[in-house]
């Protein structure tokens, strides 16, 4: 039984294949095409799980897509509706797409795929929540999703059991977490639906002075939860921004321009609205473990991606168990839909044993064989050692100890938006300029940016305040006191960003301003090498932890091939970078020629 599910349209484009119950594949179309957050139907990604599983469009029993496109329609003409005539640029510019395109999904999806079978529609949040239940380690559990708005939901919660989901309640557009989020990601001068990370990453730099404004002025939150905004402060419903003139009057001035200096000021609006959202998500748990008295819980949706909220729900004890879709935002509705399908459309039985996720760590993107490596290499005359499979991780291990930062290309590509040890940078974490260097020489980016951590799954509360796994990078946690090292009067007294310069751990690469981490641990199960890799390193090197961030720079979708990881490796300031068993030394290559030179690196955001 093959099923492809599709997310398409808004952002992050991606399909997932699952055959007989069990995911084949799954990629996101960014990856392929090389723009970011690429929306466009996912061609490329279905042609790349249709090959992976070795079958055509022909041979699919069924086609899911993530959301409902007629329903989502009569939500974007009721919102115009209920505000025109103001909107008006704002709807000519939408609504010939939808008209042309997005009406038409059936339609496409049988040209596209030469397919001719049933297409199951499933609703934009039960594809979140199928999502988070269906691969999660659980036979029951509770769900919460959250994000900006799919048809009318903005955020839901229901139950999970055997093979069934059931959705409980719901908050319904304009009223949003996540576009609350967003209004202030826009206003900050990053850019919506990318800069939230690095609005999470700005927040403890800040105080939380606008936090009672935020509550007084633009959100009335109950205390199950469930909130509504007020609407005379944002523009979304109709304009072509987040923000309008009184929500800009009532924070002091017009949004920072995305190349304007950061500011204390852009620093306490991330901290305010990210512990307004913190608070919000506790409620919402609360809640959810008063009404369905359920032990543990799945969560799937942008806000997901919030791993501070979720450390901090974690930490809280409403739950004994939560378990995030690692692909949480609309990409991970790929998945949702297919496994919808094969559960609760088709009914199929479904054992979970209260352990093990069934996402395989989510490494379900393509692979590139040792033999297809040395050829691209041998085709293109790159200087290259190779290493078997003993040397390589005591290499690797050597090389970031000399203080090296390398290009790590390892098996299937990562799903979602986290490199988890297959397609990505690494350097060493106890290295007090590492973070610094990979910034702003590798990355491109802003240098307030953390890094997270790779950890051994067996040390990793010997380093972090966590007592259990967590595989998808999703949980933030502080170090441990006894790896923490106390800051001075004069140091405590830093303000902005000059808390950067201060060394606050023995793992200073990995440890925010606030002592925090987004832990990514290891296990051996799903990854063997990157774990024998960080086996070597603490065997010879005292520590189990290294940097860890995403093999692109800022504004590129993390490398897919060989090709894209030698071209990203050759316009930074990488060292060194292994491919399968082949390691290039910076050194040694030829400088990069032609049209190589001219393709844009990365654009600012």
């Known amino acids: ?315 809280s004890g409403l739950f004994d168990d939560i378990w995030i879709q690692p692909a949480a935002g609309d990409a991970g509705g790929a998945v949702g839909c297919a496994l919808f399908t094969w559960y609760q459309y088709l009914n199929n039985p479904r054992n979970a044993d209260n352990k093990s996720d069934s996402m395989q760590g989510a490494y379900l993107g393509p692979e590139f064989k040792n033999s297809s490596v040395e050829s691209f290499l041998q085709q293109n005359d790159y200087p290259y050692q190779t290493l078997t499979d003993e040397e390589l991780p005591e290499k690797v291990a050597d090389l970031i100890a000399s203080g090296n930062v390398i290009g790590w290309f390892q098996g299937r590509m990562e799903f979602g938006p986290r490199a988890l040890g297959s397609r990505s940078i690494i350097g060493d974490a106890k290295s007090s300029k590492m973070q610094k260097r990979i910034n702003l020489k590798i990355k491109h980016r802003e240098s307030f940016r953390p890094f997270a951590p790779s950890v051994r799954v067996e040390n990793i509360s010997e380093y972090f305040e966590i007592d259990r796994e967590s595989p998808y990078m999703l949980l933030v946690s502080n170090v441990q006191k006894n790896k923490q090292i106390n800051m001075t009067k004069e140091q405590n007294s830093y303000f902005g960003l000059d808390k950067l310069n201060v060394v606050r751990s023995e793992i200073p690469a990995v440890t925010h301003v606030d002592y925090s981490a987004r832990i990514q641990s290891v296990n051996r199960k799903t990854n063997p090498r990157y774990h024998d890799l960080l086996t070597k390193f603490n065997n010879k090197y005292g520590c189990p932890v290294i940097v860890n961030t995403s093999f692109n720079v800022r504004g590129e979708p993390i490398v897919c091939t060989p090709n894209d990881a030698y071209l990203c490796f050759m316009r930074t300031e990488m060292d060194y970078l292994i491919i399968g068993n082949y390691l290039m030394d910076k050194k040694d290559q030829k400088p990069l020629h032609g049209d190589l030179y001219r393709r844009k690196i990365f654009e600012l955001d």
Not at 88 to 108: G, Q, V
Not at 162 to 187: C, K, M, R, V, W
Not at 223 to 238: K, T, V
């Open 1 to 315: 039984m093959n099923i492809l599910g599709i997310s398409a349209f808004y952002h992050d484009s991606a399909v997932c294949l699952v055959q007989n119950g069990k995911i084949t594949a799954a990629a996101q179309e960014e990856r392929f095409t090389r723009k970011k957050h690429d929306h466009a139907f996912p061609s490329n990604a279905i042609q790349y799980c249709l090959k992976e599983a070795g079958i055509e469009g022909k041979d699919l029993d069924y086609v899911a897509f993530y959301e409902k496109p007629f329903l989502k329609f009569e939500r974007i003409l009721e919102t115009y509706l209920a505000y025109a005539p103001i909107g008006i640029t704002s709807f000519l510019t939408a609504i010939p797409l939808w008209i042309k395109k997005k009406l038409w999904i059936k339609e496409l999806i049988k040209n596209e795929l030469n397919y001719k079978g049933e297409i199951i529609f499933s609703e934009h949040h039960e594809s979140h929540a199928a999502s988070a239940f269906f691969p999660s380690p659980f036979q029951e559990a509770a769900f919460i999703t959250m994000d900006g708005v799919g048809e009318w939901s903005t955020s839901s919660f229901g139950i999970g059991k055997n093979n069934q989901i059931e959705l409980l309640a719901d908050i319904q557009f304009p009223h949003s977490l996540g576009l609350l989020y967003s209004a202030f990601t826009y206003y900050t001068g990053f850019r919506i639906n990318s800069g939230e990370y690095k609005m999470m990453g700005l927040a403890p730099y800040g105080e939380a002075k606008y936090k009672h404004i935020i509550y007084d002025h633009l959100i009335d939150v109950k205390e199950d939860g469930s909130f509504r905004l007020n609407m005379e402060y944002f523009n979304y419903c109709a304009g072509l921004t987040m923000t309008n003139k009184k929500f800009h009057k009532l924070f002091g001035g017009s949004p920072r321009k995305s190349d304007g200096k950061i500011t204390q000021k852009e620093m306490d609006l991330a901290r305010s609205v990210q512990e307004v959202t913190e608070e919000i998500v506790i409620k919402m748990a609360a809640h959810v473990r008063k009404e369905t008295g359920i032990k543990s819980l799945c969560i799937a949706g942008g806000v997901a991606l919030n791993c501070v909220a979720n450390g901090k729900l974690l930490r």
